[in-house]
């Protein structure tokens, strides 16, 4: 069994992320270690403020092969955090703490001393821009990765966005067969690879109803001819298919990953039947990283009401995998 530690990158300093993480602490019982990339100032701030007591250990990143680790402490990689005030709004004050933290976490794993990673949420209006859509597209660019894909996952439905955090507007003029080709053939070898199986995929078309009062149709440009390209090669994928009608139960029931043109296309639906329980996997790089499935949620901050379904479910994703 692969007994590297799972890094965790806190991401956003005023998110819900540490109460999470703590609850997932007092109800689960994890194998693998877990090292936290965070600030130990927020760190203890947020076990007061939760009346959280656990032991803290710092760990010094150029003796990490030293140590023996286990889950009995919080093992921390301390990032230093020049805020004044924790807890407060969102902001791109919070940029180079995060980098910061980043840059440990992409360290560790191209060294080798990690192949998995967890982080926390991020903001996307503060922390990425244009070049950095999201997460997903951040790391694929640091590992010099050209083919990536987004699987939001639940072992009975998971769903992928071609085209990930872009506003309406440019949807379509950033579909192309090629993106929807990489992205299909790293769904297929994900699946394959972790779970022996051949998935069965389903391909949404962009246009209500996959028709379009325009002559210029995607569907029928772009979406048809590859699933004909697909069905030769054997791959087990049919479409397009209607949005509207994709969800209904005896429908979804007949597909592992439901693929959509864009972001709310299919994890609105996603979030609305598994809640908070699904994980953001992300696809081609050459490590597992994921994301529990929410945002920073910066209203919750410190109520001590979050639920920490899709971290524990993102650990336990690392610890069999």
């Known amino acids: 069994m692969n007994s590297k530690p799972i890094l965790i990158v806190a991401g956003e300093p005023n ?8 609850k ?7 194998k693998k270690p877990l090292i ?25 990143i150029d003796q990490l092969k030293t140590y023996k680790l286990n889950n009995l402490s919080i093992n921390l990689i301390n990032i ?5 005030k924790a807890f407060n709004k969102i902001s791109k004050k919070s940029n180079l703490y995060i980098e ?3 840059k440990i976490a992409i360290k560790l794993l191209k060294n080798g ?4 990673l967890i982080n926390g949420p991020i903001s996307k209006k503060t922390f990425l821009n244009k070049e950095h859509l999201g997460i997903t597209e951040y790391l694929t660019k640091k590992f010099l990765v050209n083919k990536s894909a987004m699987l939001i996952y639940n072992k009975e439905l998971s769903v992928c966005p071609i085209t990930t955090h872009l506003p309406l507007k440019l949807v379509t003029k950033n579909i192309s ?3 929807i080709i990489d992205k299909i053939k790293l769904i297929n070898s994900f699946y394959k690879k972790k779970f022996s199986i051949l998935p069965r995929i389903a391909v949404l078309g962009v246009n209500p109803h996959c028709e379009s009062i325009l002559k210029q149709n995607e569907d029928d440009m772009i979406i048809k001819p590859l699933i004909k390209k697909f069905t030769k090669l054997n791959f087990n994928v049919s479409g397009p298919h209607s949005a509207d009608t994709i969800f209904l139960k005896k429908n979804r029931s007949k597909y592992d990953v439901i693929v959509g043109m864009y972001h709310d296309q299919v994890l609105a639906p996603i979030k609305t039947l598994f809640e908070y329980d699904a994980i953001n996997i992300t696809l081609g790089l050459p490590f597992i990283r994921i994301s529990p499935d929410h945002g920073p949620n910066e209203a919750m901050i410190g109520k001590n009401i979050s639920s920490p379904i899709s971290l524990i479910k993102a650990i336990k994703f690392m610890e069999k995998n």
């Open 100 to 102: 910061k933290s980043f």
């Open 24 to 30: 997932s602490l007092k109800t689960q019982n994890f």
């Open 15 to 22: 998110s819900i992320f540490l109460e999470i993480f703590f």
């Open 177 to 179: 067969k090629k993106i």
């Open 80 to 84: 230093e955090f020049n805020q004044n």
């Open 113 to 116: 001393y990690s192949d998995k």
């Open 36 to 60: 936290l990339i965070a600030s130990l100032k927020l760190l203890k701030l947020q076990m007061k403020k939760l009346n959280f007591k656990k032991r803290i250990k710092l760990l010094d």
